[in-house]
């Protein structure tokens, strides 16, 4: 069974870090693509970062770039997401997901593309 479990969300002030992790189970790590979504109150999910661990890969939104970080640990099946120079408009329920396929620049952001999705990590950010 495939499973997924974000941690490390929490309430962080505008300009400070939080390290996301989602440790992951039941698939072979590196024959998968992983990835961060999140939703905002009232909005839609969207992609933040992803990692295809087949050809290590990496992609992250640009409203993020030079913030946000992905990375994994093979040995330990996580995925991170780490954040720093979070702003107040970063508040939201973060998700990973995971598809058993390489994805590309052109697909790795569309929700559809993921078969697996973990229960999600809250962070705020405070001003």
């Known amino acids: 069974e495939v499973q997924l479990v974000e941690s490390g969300g929490g309430l962080v002030q505008a300009g400070g870090s939080l390290r996301l992790s989602c440790t992951t189970s039941?698939?072979?790590?590196?024959?998968?693509?992983i990835a961060w979504f999140r939703q905002a109150p009232g909005r839609e999910r969207e992609g933040v970062a992803c990692?295809?661990?087949?050809?290590?890969?990496?992609y992250l939104e640009d409203f993020v770039k030079g913030r946000f970080a992905i990375s994994s640990d093979n040995a330990k099946k996580t995925v991170y997401l780490q954040m720093s120079a979070l702003k107040v408009e970063d508040t939201a329920v973060y998700y990973c997901a995971t598809a058993p396929r390489s994805l590309y620049s052109n697909n790795w952001s569309e929700e559809r593309a993921y078969d697996y999705w973990g229960q999600g990590t809250q962070v705020t950010v405070s001003s």
């Open positions: 990692i295809s661990n087949s050809d290590d890969s990496e």
């Open positions: 039941g698939f072979t790590f590196g024959d998968y693509a």
